[in-house]
């Protein structure tokens, strides 16, 4: 492809994977580099309001938002990365593109309805719907999996079916995982009880279900410790797998057991200084989009600081624990890093619950989205 006249001569920064941290990447350094970015899908996945959707598929729209003018100098390779080593980035179609400084960026998998692996809109929208339609008629839900997701989804179900019945399931011995205050798992436990929830923690399952992952048909399954449950359908909430099978040989000692990347406080790839890493793909912090965000902030500045020809790089200091876990659009309970005590419903409702964000992130696309009344 012929090189943009407002990019030649200027670096050429390639940032594989166009979720959260990679776009922000993407979009800062575009008039200070060569910007390639390098992302399958068809359009942004806002996957923060995933589960709203899945509930409510009118939010389909506002969350799926295309590319199209992220870029101004750029260009965007619609295509999935197979190699990537410093220096260069080959893609699965066999283009090669040549890299002064390589972005990992790729991000993670998680079961649907979190995340999906479409990268065609319509088929991500057809997947979302037909899920819909058979949680629609489903009068009995299990949901594998008591960490944020399962608690999220479990308010989303109940704030639009109020007469379902919902179980929660999770072989720990209490709801949400990690190092959180005791206080904030109480609480999101007493919301989910208020709400009608079923929470069957302590005890994993004998058998998994007989049927796929949000398909309809009644089973029961029962639990090490003797607990049946009868569900009509169930998903799964638990699962991050990172994206990083595509290391090439130079990079491939970064990559732990576990399949994620270490990076040095800087964010770059330990051994490498012109490949960063960022987002669910790195070691650096926890898993969410607003500390992908941070973690963008530091690499656009060693980068812009490395083509300038300055030594002096920023290190990413991360926040500390922190969440906000909505439970319905006016519940849900948190807590903010380095602070004591917990956040209630009411401010978790404003930070997230109600517009998960979608105005954000869609103005960060160039694009303009309403948020739902």
Request: hydrophobic content about 45%; proline content about 7%.
């Amino acid at each position: 492809m012929t090189a943009n006249p407002k990019t030649s001569g200027q670096p050429t920064v390639v940032v594989v994977g166009g979720g959260y941290g990679g776009t922000a990447v993407a979009k800062a350094l575009d008039e200070t580099a060569a910007v390639v970015l390098v992302e399958p899908k068809e359009a942004f996945m806002h996957n923060i309001a995933a589960l709203r959707a899945l509930v409510d598929p009118s939010w389909l729209e506002r969350i799926y938002l295309p590319y199209d003018r992220l870029l101004t100098n750029g260009r965007i390779v619609r295509d999935r990365a197979a190699v990537v080593e410093p220096g260069r980035v080959v893609t699965a179609t066999g283009e090669e593109i040549a890299a002064d400084y390589v972005v990992l960026a790729s991000g993670s998998s998680y079961p649907f309805p979190a995340k999906t692996a479409h990268v065609d809109t319509e088929a991500a929208f057809a997947q979302t719907h037909a899920a819909h339609a058979a949680l629609a008629g489903a009068d009995r839900v299990l949901l594998l999996g008591a960490g944020p997701v399962g608690i999220e989804l479990a308010g989303e179900i109940r704030h639009v079916w109020p007469e379902k019945s919902i179980t929660l399931l999770d072989p720990a011995d209490d709801v949400l995982g990690g190092p959180f205050l005791p206080e904030l798992k109480a609480e999101l436990r007493r919301q989910l009880d208020e709400a009608g929830v079923q929470v069957l923690l302590g005890s994993p399952l004998q058998q998994p279900p007989p049927t796929e992952p949000g398909e309809v048909g009644t089973f029961t399954v029962t639990t090490e410790a003797g607990a049946e449950v009868t569900a009509d359908i169930w998903f799964r909430c638990y699962g991050v797998v990172p994206n990083s099978d595509f290391l090439g040989d130079g990079l491939r000692s970064a990559r732990g057991a576990d399949g994620f990347i270490d990076v040095l406080p800087t964010m770059q790839v330990a051994g490498h200084d012109t490949v960063f890493a960022l987002g669910d793909l790195s070691n650096a912090d926890a898993k969410m989009a607003a500390f992908a965000g941070r973690q963008a902030e530091t690499v656009v500045a060693n980068i812009t600081a490395l083509i300038a020809g300055e030594n002096e790089l920023v290190d990413y200091e991360p926040m500390g624990i922190g969440i906000a876990v909505p439970i319905g659009p006016e519940g849900g309970a948190g807590q903010f890093p380095g602070q004591d005590g917990i956040i209630g419903a009411e401010v978790v409702a404003e930070l997230k619950g109600r517009h998960m964000g979608v105005e954000r992130f869609a103005e960060m696309l160039g694009l303009v989205v309403p948020v739902a009344d």
